[in-house]
């Protein structure tokens, strides 16, 4: 995947996810570090977080944030373990 498709993912998922994630410090932590230019600790915490509160995404979602990771070579078990519902 090229950078501007990754970019454009990355806002994507982000957008998509961030939402979902129940605190207020994890989420603003999660989007400064997008923002900042670190789309590795910004991913890896947002799979991390959505694990741990056992957040339900969708398959696309999960597929997405798991490519998305695999792509900047993080480890993509929590994206695994996501809880994805149909």
Do not use: W
Not at 13 to 23: F, H, Q
Not at 63 to 76: C, K, Q
Request: glycine letters at 6%; aromatic letters at 4%.
């Amino acid at each position: 995947m090229d950078s501007t498709e990754f970019n454009q993912l990355t806002r994507m998922v982000i957008g998509r996810l961030l939402p979902k994630v129940s605190g207020e410090r994890e989420a603003a932590f999660i989007l400064r570090s997008a923002q900042a230019g670190e789309p590795g600790v910004a991913l890896t915490e947002l799979a991390a977080i959505l694990v741990e509160d056992q957040t339900s995404v969708t398959e696309a979602d999960r597929d997405d944030l798991r490519r998305l990771l695999a792509d900047l070579g993080e480890p993509v078990s929590d994206a695994d373990r996501l809880n994805v519902y149909s």
